[in-house]
């Protein structure tokens, strides 16, 4: 990002400074494609909510359908979407929003065998990779939405990864005319360099026995991720867990980061079937790509420890 900043000059500018931070740019873009194993193309954004408002705005289809369980992001681009089931069908003239990796619960979301059945249907998929990108390998999907934060880039930027740009109406101004907004170049560098650097600090072995020492708390619903905990304590709820791990030093939230600060019962968990109870005593915890092995060790002492 240092060196974006350097040589910083507008990339859709045709002069030479201009030139150079489009040089820039591409090869960062490159260099994101390569270290996710990408071969479609990348439209750099602000971040993941508008990656995904692009995709399901912009997106040559006339039906959205999405899961339960997505972003509250996804509701606000689409917020007349209709809710996926059996009983739904799907055609060439819709776009179905299903998230890899569940922001609440880390449950893993089987997008790749979907996949298959969807497309013989003839409608595209969107998946949001926010909590998977550069840790698990990319589903197979015709549209997908990175954040680089969540792999340790900076804040600010993203991106919508697409099979083809055919897929999308353009609107006009940047990013091949599929984006408004002069491209944060220093972002994108920043990103490509998290993606290249690798996510983590503690090993899938330390990850692992955290997660056993949490699994009497942990709330489960299959396959899931070793990063992404739902936990439920049997008697305080969510709000003072919240309040008393913030005072020992933790910071956790009640659902997703973006709607923690409400009281009322996570959609996620309702849709997951958790009935209002246990949710209401549920908190989500992430291991960031920074946490250490001490970090953990001490927040499993420290659950031990509330009653």
């Given at each position: 990002?240092?060196?974006?900043f350097?040589?910083?000059?507008n ?12 040089a ?69 003239r ?27 249907t ?19 999907a ?100 919240l ?18 600060g ?46």
């Open positions: 990002m240092e060196e974006g350097r040589i910083w000059a990339p859709s500018s045709p002069h030479a400074e201009g030139r150079k931070a489009r820039a740019l591409e090869d960062a873009r490159e260099r994101m494609k390569r270290a996710l194993g990408w071969d479609g193309e990348v439209i750099f954004t602000s971040g993941a909510s508008e990656a995904l408002w692009i995709a399901l705005n912009r997106a040559k289809v006339e039906r959205r359908i999405v899961s339960a369980v997505e972003h509250d992001a996804v509701f606000r681009a689409a917020p007349d979407a209709e809710m996926f089931s059996d009983d739904v069908p799907l055609d060439g819709s776009i179905l929003a299903i998230q890899h990796v569940n922001s609440e619960t880390g449950v893993i979301n089987p997008v790749s065998d979907m996949g298959a059945t969807v497309k013989q003839g409608a595209l998929i969107l998946s949001d990779c926010s909590q998977s990108a550069g840790k698990l390998a990319l589903p197979d015709d549209m997908l939405v990175i954040s680089a934060h969540k792999f340790g880039g900076p804040i600010g930027i993203g991106a919508l990864l697409v099979r083809d740009f055919a897929l999308l109406e353009p609107i006009g101004g940047h990013e091949r005319g599929y984006r408004q907004g002069t491209e944060n170049m220093p972002g994108a560098l920043g990103m490509a360099a998290a993606l290249e650097a690798g996510p983590w600090a503690t090993t899938s072995r330390e990850r692992a026995g955290f997660a056993g020492q949490l699994s009497a708390s942990s709330l489960t619903f299959g396959e899931q991720v070793d990063y992404i905990f739902a936990l439920t304590h049997p008697s305080i709820s969510a709000q003072a867990l309040i008393r791990l913030d005072a020992m030093g933790f910071a956790v939230s009640a659902g997703s980061a973006c709607s923690s409400t009281l009322k019962k996570s959609r996620v968990l309702d849709a997951f079937g958790v009935d209002d109870d246990t949710a209401a005593r549920a908190i989500r915890i992430s291991i960031g790509w920074n946490t250490s092995p001490a970090e953990l060790e001490r927040f499993a002492e420290a659950w031990d420890s509330l009653t």
